[in-house]
């Protein structure tokens, strides 16, 4: 028991260890990198299509599924650069997947959209600068109390599909109650990606930060 426990210690400091290498490099290059992550069908995907164009600088999108291009034939038919990697089964991308993917040319801005959980990927660094979790309405209030790692390690936090809110019984008060329990400093941002309401304000955050990085 105590030698799997070690084992998998020595996993995640190697992991960390390459994740910290692939952010120094993108830094040194002025590259600023989001991770996204977010239950299947959160919204993703077409978060990412409308808040893209809204950017200062170009982007690149790398998206993890455990199948199909589905994501970024959708991204590529929109004009943004954007690159499929299928896990075939594991819950999560690592950052040798990352790195084996960038392209030569890369500037500005790059995201990666994970494989859709709350779990394996919160647990995983992959060199992003900041983690961006999307939530959405139809999951139910209480997910910040039974997948607090994903809402703990996020740096900004949004809560989509909120146009269906009239027709659910989602308690905003206890959702913001359980997340700040873990987090008490992310932004947390109503959006819509039917509408692109919030959009904006997610841009400005994001631009925000990349100026700061700099500093
Ligand atoms: N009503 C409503 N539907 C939305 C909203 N945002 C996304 N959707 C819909 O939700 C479905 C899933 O959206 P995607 O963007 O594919 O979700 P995803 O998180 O990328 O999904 P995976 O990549 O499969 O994990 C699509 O049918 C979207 O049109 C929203 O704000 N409101
Ligand atoms: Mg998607």
């Known amino acids: 028991m105590s030698k799997k426990i070690e084992i998998f210690e020595k996993i995640l400091d190697k ?37 893209l164009p809204l950017l200062n600088e170009p982007s690149f999108v790398i998206e993890g599924d455990i199948q199909s291009d589905i994501d970024a034939v ?22 040798p997947q990352i790195k084996a993917v960038l392209p030569q040319d890369l500037q500005g801005y790059l995201f990666v959209e994970n494989i859709g959980n709350l779990v394996c990927p919160a647990e995983f660094l992959i060199g992003e600068h900041h983690k961006l ?17 994903a809402f703990e390690k996020a740096d900004i936090i949004l809560l989509n599909k909120t146009d269906l809110l009239p027709y659910l019984d989602f308690d905003i008060d206890f959702f913001t109650e359980g997340v700040r329990k873990l987090n008490p400093t992310a932004p947390i941002i109503k959006v819509c990606g039917k509408t692109g309401a919030g959009f904006k304000e997610v841009a400005y955050w994001i631009t925000q930060k990349k100026l700061q990085s700099k500093l």
């Not at 991770?35 to 299947?40: A, D, F, H, T």
């Not at 209480?142 to 790692?149: A, C, F, I, S, V």
């Open 74 to 95: 959708k991204l590529s038919q929109a004009g943004i650069g954007a690159v499929q990697i299928n896990t075939g089964g594991a819950c999560h991308l690592e950052t």
């Open 133 to 149: 979790l999307l939530a959405t309405v139809t999951e139910g209030s209480d997910k910040p109390y039974k997948y607090p790692l």
């Open 15 to 51: 992991n960390e260890q390459l994740a910290a290498e692939l952010n120094a490099q993108l830094s040194a290059q002025n590259i600023f990198f989001i991770n996204v992550l977010g239950s299947p069908g959160a919204g993703k995907t077409t978060l990412l299509l409308g808040l």
